[in-house]
Every structure is written in C-alpha cells, then in structure tokens.
C-alpha cells in the first residue's frame, strides 16, 4: 500500500493534473474568499465553504478519473495484481495519494483564516471552532466524493468517460434532496434529503459540528472503496 | 515447485483455457508453445493471480494462488506480454517501486544494481521509461520479475521486440536463470523454445497437444524422415527414381528454381535414405544441389499433434 500510495502522489505532480488541481482550487477559493469574507469585512467564512462544494463537483473528477482506468488501459494493473498486496491496499493506496492532494487544496483555507484572524478587530474574532468544523467537514465531503471519483474510474479504461461518470453521480449524490423535493411522499422526501451529500454537508457550514455527518461521510467513502474492491475482484472472475 | 491440475478458464461459451495440468520442478525451464491465441497468456495469467480460473487449481510452491494469493505472489516474478511499465516514471523510480511493491528484504541498492547489470539496462537507469526503445522497456519489464529474486519467473514472450543480438542475449541469460529459478516461458517460435526449453508443452486451443523434453519433442517433430532436395534434372525421372528407394512414401516435386527442381520426399518414420537417395541419383546423373530436414513450422506441428501423423503435413513452410 506503501508503495502504491507514493507512486500515485509522485504521478500527481510528474503529470499537469496535480498542479491543474491545486491551481483551480486555489484560485476558485481565493475568489470566493475575497467575495464573501474580504469584500464584506465578515470573519464569517461559511460563504466560502458552501460555495467550495459546487466547484468541488467538477474538479475531484479531474483529480480521480486516472487512477484506476490509467492502469487497466496501460496494463499496469498486471503489476500491481500480480504483486504481494491485497486488492484493498491497492485501493486504499490511490485513495490516500488523492487524498493527501485534497488535502493540501484544504489547506489552503486555514491560510485564509489566518489572514482574517490577522485583520479581524478585537471583539469581532475569528471563531476557530467553526473554522475547523468547516475544514473538517469539507475533507470528509472531499473524501467521499474522491472515493465516488475512484469507483467510477474502476469502470472504464478510458480517462474521460470516468471523468464523466464520476462528473454525474457526484452532482446526482449531492442533488439527491432536490430530486427528493420532488416527490409528494414525505418518508421518500427524507430518506433522499438525508442521503444527499449537500445537505450534510450544508450541516457543516452552519457551524453545526454533527456526529451522523461525519459519520455519513465516512461510511460512504469505505462503501465506495468496497465497490471498487469489488469492481477489481470481479474482473478477475469474468 | 509449480504444480498444475485441470486448470480452465472460460469466457462465456468460449473455452480459453480447457483442462490443462503439467508440473514444473525446481531449477526447470519450461516452454509454452503455441500460435496465438492458444491460451498462453491466459495459463500465464492464472499462475500468477492476474485472472481467476474457472475450475482447476494451481499451485506456486505448494500454495494455491486463489487460496492465499499474497503468499503464493511473493514466490513470482511475471513479465507479462506488454511489460507493465508506468511510462512517466525513470528507470529508476520505477524499479524502486516494485522494490518497495514487493516489500523485498534484499539490499536496496545493490540488488537492483546486480539485476540492471544482468538485464543490461545501467546506462538507462535514470532516463524516463517512456523514451526507451522498445527493446530497452521489454529488458526492464525483465528486470522487474527479477526484483526480490522470486523463485518462480513466468515470462511470457520474453523476446518479442528485441533485436537478433539482443534476442541471443535474453536467451543466454534466461538459461543462466533457469539454473537456480524455475521458469515458464511462452514463445509461438519453434526454435526459441527448442533453444531455451528443457521441456516444451504445446498448446492450442486451450488444450495441451503434446508434453514432453525438448529432445523428444524435436525428435518426433522434426525428424529425418522428411527431406526436401533440391535435384537437377528431368523431373518426372528423379521422381520415379526416388520413389524406387527403400522406404521411400512419398515424392512430390514443389518448386522449380535455376532449372531444378525441389521436392519433398517423406520416408518411413526412423528410416535414414539420404545415402540411398545420393546413390540412385548419383545412378541417374542428376545432381543434388541441396539436401535438408524438412522444418516444420508451426501450422504443420499443430496440424501433425493434433490430426496424427496420417493427416500429412501442409506444404505452407515449403512455399516460402
């Protein structure tokens, strides 16, 4: 798992698509930054990280559409089958390279709160916790869709058609409550409004820190793993 | 060290693999034969967990592949038919991380200096996989089933891409290996498996046609019995001639070249007429300007393995 989890980070960056990444997300968040904290003279940043999540939908395709395709396509994946590690390792490998890039896109947030903790006037504070809420709440939402994104890309070998679908069913998951909002039966209603990625996510951002979330996130990302772990087992058998 | 027993594999309706068993002791080299889509890279495939069987078993030093995969794997050093190169990576970096892939208790870097000298890749070591030739990307597929010195090599046509001199190379060094490793190799080329193989298996059509040592093999398929010579003189008298020696079956003249003309003379299996037939055309006055084994290629192979010997042999190698 070793092994594969450094691979995948040096892939990241020998290939544009880490940098194009990290380049996106940090100009989309230094605009929202600058319109909804900067501009307002808030030390509210929940603007930001609501607005995080709708860019999130089209760039964590870009960041997971190679990873398991690239090796089917190039036959790669030979040598990682044939090597003594568990079809898991190699999923949770890939998982944590992408990770670890989401990761440093996040980042990027605290530097935000930083500089408005720096500019903030004595009384009108930044409230750490919230902000850390925020972060949190926004790397478990950007792990569930990367695991999203894996699966996906376990699919097909072709890079843009995992693009695609993993462009699709993250907008379908977050979207599950508006499609929900659209059937008359209330025990539907909830059952999609609180499988929806959007409105849990939602929770985040108002400051509210809820346990289920995290632990919706959680859950979806290992079952999202699972399938792909299954997707790999399968292919054996076929 | 490899045991095999009724492994299949099918697709669908389609059997690609169909109940093959053969073993493979310790420092052995053994051959697959077959034209392709025999089934070799598919048997190859199984063997090393990249695909499952669908009924059968096989064992890598005594451990079932399905059964404990990981165990079974670390024993296995496979070069499969496309090497599986990540092509942005150098030399390198690469051969790092199959080293680390294969969590591999060996010295770092002396043993992957050791198999760059073997496999001859020092002087690409630090260059970017994708701009080697292809000659260069197969060595390196080579060398990374060499990483952790697994027990078992599985290479599966190892010499496709190399140039003659290479190819000798490969060959020599596959020899060298075979003494202390036990090796399968695939080839569709006769004369590869012959040169490398101490036992050969032929495949086709997923089946095993014919299992046996080099010697025997080679023996039986290449055997004195057909000849081919090239005679000069009126052909209708050298063919009656000929077929005037002992043992003689058939004569068939097949070309015609500078005024001579070539045939193919088959003889009773284990029977020598080259003498006789040097005599009686001596006796004649026509000139044998060539006389050789006729090489069976592999169409005829199959064809003879699978239909018997009284199916004869297809003309295709003679026609070249």
Redesign the interface.
Known sequence: M???F??EV??YF??PIGYIFLAAFYAFSAVFFTNSSLMNGSTEMTGMFGQLMIILVVLIPILTMRTMSEDKK?????????????LGGIVAGKFLAALLVFTCAVAVTVVYAIIIAGFAKTGAGVDWLVIIGNVVGLELFGASFIAVGIFCSSLTENQVVAAVISFISILALSMLSIVGGLISWEPAQELLASLSFYERYSGFTYGMFDLSNVLFFISASVIFLFFTVRVLEKR??? | MIEVSELSKHYGDKKAVDGISFTANDGEILGFLGPNGAGKSTTMNMLTGYISSTSGKALIDGVDILEEPIKAKKNIGYLPELPPLYMDMTVKEYLNFIYDLKKCKLPRVSHLKDICGLVKIDHVYDRVIKNLSKGYKQRVGLAQALVGNPPVLILDEPTVGLDPKQIIEIRTLIKKLGKNHTVILSSHILSEVQAVCDKIIVINEGKIVADDTETALSDKLTGAHILTALIEGDPERIAREVLAVEGVELCKQINERDGAYEFRIESEEGTDIRRELFRAMAAIDCPILELKNAEMSLEDIFLKLTMGDAAGVSDKKEEK
């Open positions: 070793g092994a594969i450094r691979r040096l892939s020998t290939s190039t036959k790669t994946d030979q040598c990682l089958l044939t090597a003594p590690v568990s054996r058998w076929s």
